[in-house]
């Protein structure tokens, strides 16, 4: 990552930093701690083991769903955008999936299947499946019919084709799909885990809010989106570079 | 000698071709004369087998989609722009046609773009993407190329300096055959060996000759027909 742009964004962190501060202290009041109160929140659940451990349940959760709903919502958008007939069958099921609210969807699986892994994660999978779809199906439609017939031409494989020709014309809308997926994923998981389980950061803000302990909640919400905004820099935004270097032109070496 | 045949060809349910023949000699360069818009590029996919929407063959062979006599021949296919896969280098777009790399550079060499292997093909000319995609083209081994006005948008030396490279490649290529689209007389009369114009609605071909038993008046009152 640039440093220029790094340092901005330290700017605006400290920026918000320090308008939380000024307004706790204004307000004084337990129910907006001010910062400090909420890093003595965090370094306490991090003693006492339960951060990390509940950090890496939800990230389980996290990891899991989006995986699945990333593979299955891909491949019926790119079909759905692909062939019409698939289309016709499948939009009116996505457009109800995309308007049951993800509570219900929720809450329904548990009185079906119990109070469960499975119906955890798959709940999560449903929420966002749709959305997925809808991101890729775009993708599938804007192929490039000029490269497709020129693949035929020169006798691509199948894995010639995946790689090649479909894959990068895919990575724009995967990457969109991905980082509105990761938002929407980790804050459906903690109603999950809210509603349903007993471990994670969910069950943890559910203790939390049973005591109005307001400095637990938001140093459980500041870990959770320290780890979401590593993955961004370390995992997508490398990601990113890389598979745009031919935009920029230039050579390769 | 390779012949195509089809009883006619529709596009959109409206008729754009009648029922044409064309016949390539081995090792000759037969060029396809007509106006924009007489559906040469039609016919061009039509005869590389690549299926196009909204349009129909007519006829017996566009049952089973062999429109060749005796066989099918090898094609390989020009078409008007590069079609470079623009996240891959030159040298990535063409091992995906032959992966022996130095097969790949022998050709690169014969088009002097030995040096630009790691550009991705946003990086060089409209020029050079053409000689990549006459490499790419070439990788092929084809018994017939078909080329469909390789030289459009081409400033003046580039368009000369490629004709060149087209002739030294193809035409001068003992028995590679070649069909060549353009609407371009000069082109026609420097690279041919035979000629047949388009013309009509729906087209047909209104002439066919040996290149040198034509003059450029005759044709040019041919295209004007």
């Known amino acids: 990552m640039k440093t220029g742009r790094l340092s901005d964004q330290f700017v605006a962190f400290f920026c918000l930093l320090g308008g939380w501060w000024l307004v706790a202290s204004f307000v004084a009041s337990p129910l907006l701690p001010a910062p400090l109160e909420v890093f003595e929140a965090l370094s306490k659940e991090f003693h006492e083991q339960r951060l990390i451990e509940s950090l890496l349940v939800t990230l389980q959760r996290v990891v899991i769903s989006f995986v699945f709903a990333m593979l299955l919502g891909g491949i019926i958008g790119v079909l759905m955008g692909r062939f019409r007939l698939v289309n016709r069958i499948l939009d009116p099921l996505l457009i109800i999936l995309l308007n049951i609210p993800a509570l219900v969807i929720i809450i329904l699986l548990y009185i079906w299947f119990g109070l469960v892994e499975v119906a955890a994660v798959a709940a999560v999978i449903i929420n966002k499946l749709p959305n997925v779809a809808v991101t890729l199906r775009e993708g599938g439609r804007m192929f490039d019919h000029e490269l497709e017939e020129m693949s035929v031409m020169y006798g691509f494989s199948f894995q010639q084709k995946l790689w090649h020709l479909w894959w990068p014309q895919l990575f724009p809308y995967i990457m969109i799909a991905t980082r509105s997926g990761l938002a929407l994923i980790w804050k459906i998981v903690l109603v999950v885990e809210l509603l349903g389980r007993s471990d994670g950061v969910g069950f943890q803000l559910h203790l939390a809010f049973q005591s109005f302990d307001v400095a637990t909640i938001l140093a459980y919400s500041l870990a959770f989106i320290s780890v979401v905004q590593l993955i961004e820099w370390f995992i997508l935004q490398p990601l990113d570079r890389r598979a745009s270097r031919w935009q920029k032109g230039g050579s390769n070496v | ?225």
């Not at chain 2, 990535?92 to 014969?110: C, I």
């Not at chain 2, 004709?163 to 009369?189: F, G, N, Q, W």
Request: net charge negative.
């Open chain 2, 1 to 225: 000698m390779f012949e195509f045949h089809v009883e006619g060809l529709a596009l959109s349910q409206k008729q754009v071709l009648s029922a044409l023949s064309i016949r390539v000699q081995p090792g000759e360069t037969h060029c396809l004369l007509g106006p924009s818009g007489s559906g040469k590029t039609t016919l061009l996919n039509l005869m590389a087998g690549l299926a196009q929407e909204n349009v129909e063959a007519l006829g017996n062979g566009a049952k089973d989609k062999n429109y060749w006599s005796p066989n099918p021949p090898e094609i390989g296919y020009l078409f008007q722009q590069p079609r470079l896969l623009p996240w891959r280098t030159i040298m990535q777009n063409l091992l995906l046609v032959e992966p022996d790399k130095e097969v790949v550079l022998n050709l690169l060499e014969e088009v002097k773009l030995q040096d630009y292997v790691d550009y991705y093909p946003a990086k060089i000319s409209l020029g050079m993407a053409r000689r990549v995609a006459l490499v790419r083209c070439l990788l092929l081994k084809p018994e017939l190329v078909l080329m469909d006005e390789p030289l459009t948008s081409l400033d003046l030396p580039t368009a000369r300096e490629m004709r060149v490279l087209i002739k030294r490649l193809v035409c001068d290529h003992p028995t590679r055959s070649m069909l060549y689209v353009t609407h371009d007389l000069d082109e026609a009369l420097e690279l041919g060996d035979s000629v047949s114009v388009l013309g009509n609605v729906p087209a047909q071909v209104i002439y066919n000759s040996r290149i040198d038993e034509v003059s450029r008046n005759e044709l040019e009152a041919l295209l004007k027909h």
